[in-house]
T-cell receptor
Framework: NAGVMQNPRHLVRRRGQEARLRCSPM?????VYWYRQLPEEGLKFMVY????????ESGMPKERFSAEFPKEGPSILRIQQVVRGDSAAYFC????????????FGSGTRLTVV | AQSVTQPDIHITVSEGASLELRCNYS??????LFWYVQSPGQGLQLLLK??????LVQGIKGFEAEFKRSQSSFNLRKPSVHWSDAAEYFC???????????FGTGTRLQVFP
């Protein structure tokens, strides 16, 4: 029973390029959450999605960032025109429908912008 | 707004010594409280959680935490630390309306043999 799968584990992008981070939730989990961990900081909530719906995107930067969780396939966090300040670890978590915070976290994608 | 404070950025203990990691929260109602552990380069693993009931919560790997409403605290404890406990520890609070978690900035634990 695979856990939450994130890929790639490490991603290097030049300033101005696009970054696409993928998250496949655990089998049977229909809720996905994305968190960002900046160096020397705790995790900060970005967005909460269910299949084909964004439930809460209050933590998403207003520009360049978007997220989706299609009916089929993984959830995607997309960062357009990356800047150095986007360098961080991005974690995805998933939970079943009645979660009550029953998250399972993935191992994260570490994005480095050069 | 909810917030979580972990006053200790870095703690060093000897193997076999006892451990207490501090966590203070700010929340109007009864909070949902969590402790997670993160090993280098890894994701977060849930150690324990408190929703209601007994204020002393047992978790995995021999950890426990005590909810003290009067002090707005949820400190993590372990009676005897092992070298493999060296990691970063995060306290978090749930906002009670969604499944969103608010994390503290973490405490890095170093264990000396």
């Amino acid at each position: 029973n695979a856990g939450v799968m994130q890929n790639p584990r490490h991603l290097v992008r030049r300033r101005g390029q696009e970054a696409r981070l993928r998250c496949s939730p655990m089998k049977g989990h229909s809720h996905v959450y994305w968190y960002r961990q900046l160096p020397e900081e705790g995790l900060k909530f970005m967005v909460y999605l269910q299949k084909e719906n964004i439930i809460d995107e209050s933590g998403m930067p207003k520009e360049r960032f978007s997220a989706e969780f299609p009916k089929e396939g993984p959830s995607i966090l997309r960062i357009q025109q990356v800047v150095r300040g986007d360098s961080a670890a991005y974690f995805c978590a998933s939970s079943p429908e009645t979660a009550n915070y029953g998250y399972t976290f993935g191992s994260g994608t570490r994005l480095t912008v050069v | 707004a909810q917030s979580v404070t972990q006053p200790d950025i870095h703690i060093t203990v000897s193997e076999g010594a006892s451990l207490e990691l501090r966590c203070n929260y700010s929340y109007g109602a009864t909070p949902y409280l969590f402790w997670y552990v993160q090993s280098p380069g890894q994701g977060l693993q849930l150690l324990l959680k408190y929703f209601s009931g007994d204020t002393l919560v047992q978790g995995i790997k021999g950890f426990e935490a005590e909810f003290k409403r009067s002090q707005s605290s949820f400190n993590l404890r372990k009676p005897s630390v092992h070298w493999s406990d060296a990691a970063e520890y995060f306290c978090a609070v749930g906002d009670g309306n969604t499944d969103k978690l608010i994390f503290g900035t973490g405490t890095r634990l170093q264990v000396f043999p």
